[in-house]
């Protein structure tokens, strides 16, 4: 993408992009949750408008079920989104979805959640999603 340390950066775009999509992803299905819809269907729904995306494909479902087992780890993405914060403040850009994001993942990894797909996230916002029958114990 370019000369010696722009890939970096651009790995930085994509972890502030995907963990800001991640966390709209989480809350979306926690309230989804709560207010007792079947997430399944939902799911099936809005993936396929505005909303869709790889990580409602992939991770919604098992985000819902609870199923944290794979894929890259919460503490991985709290270390990139705190390289990207900070590198977002050496050059004077802004990052509070960034900076948000990377509080969620810090309080996901003191749940217990840092070797968990960093699908888990949603954890932080609501411990119990994933858990009983409706996603809530």
Not at 78 to 95: M, Q, R, S, T, W
Request: glycine content about 16%.
């Amino acid at each position: 993408v370019g000369p010696v340390g722009h890939g970096q950066l651009t790995k930085m775009v994509n972890q502030i992009c995907i963990a800001g999509l991640l966390q709209g992803l989480s809350e979306g299905m926690n309230f989804g949750q709560k207010a007792g819809l079947d997430m399944d269907k939902v799911i099936d729904v809005i993936s396929k408008g505005a909303a869709g995306s790889w990580q409602m494909e992939n991770r919604g479902k098992t985000m819902v079920r609870g199923e944290f087992e794979f894929g890259f780890a919460v503490d991985w993405m709290k270390k990139d989104l705190g390289i990207g914060v900070d590198l977002g403040k050496a050059l004077n850009v802004p990052v509070p979805i960034g900076a948000a994001a990377y509080q969620m993942y810090a309080a996901a990894s003191s749940l217990g959640e840092g070797q968990s797909d960093f699908s888990a996230v949603c954890r932080a916002s609501k411990p119990s999603m994933g858990q009983g029958a409706s996603g809530f114990t």
